[in-house]
């Protein structure tokens, strides 16, 4: 099992930035790939980002790109989210995944570990 908790969300003023942190603790040699998610109120949860666990093959939802970058810190074991230029659009509960057999993918399925989630507010 893999383990995963969110940090660092919280309110911010549209244009501001926040840092999310996902920290994976277990059977963490059996994580090919993590990623973000999000989901707004009344809407499906959607892909954010993802990285493989060696920390190459970024990708990004195109929403994000050039805002949002995800990166891995290998001796933490965490991956974060550094979100500049926020929008009000970007207010969602953030999920962190982990995936035993992906490298990196833009679907919710292909992740096998999920964190509780933590809540992005942008105020405009």
């Known amino acids: 099992q893999v383990q995963l908790v969110e940090s660092g969300g919280g309110l911010v003023q549209a244009g501001g930035s926040l840092r999310l942190s996902c920290a994976a603790s277990g059977r963490t040699f059996s994580i090919h790939g993590m990623a973000w998610f999000r989901q707004a109120p009344g809407k499906e949860r959607e892909f954010v980002a993802a990285i493989g666990w060696n920390g190459s093959g970024a990708r990004y939802t195109e929403p994000v790109t050039g805002r949002f970058t995800i990166s891995r810190d290998n001796a933490k074991n965490t991956v974060s989210l550094q979100m500049n230029s926020l929008k009000s659009e970007d207010t969602a509960v953030y999920y962190c995944?982990?995936?035993?057999?992906?490298?990196?993918?833009?679907?919710?399925?292909?992740?096998?570990?999920w964190g509780q989630g933590t809540q992005v507010t942008v105020s405009s």
């Open positions: 995944a982990a995936s035993g057999k992906i490298w990196t993918s833009r679907t919710a399925g292909d992740y096998d570990y």
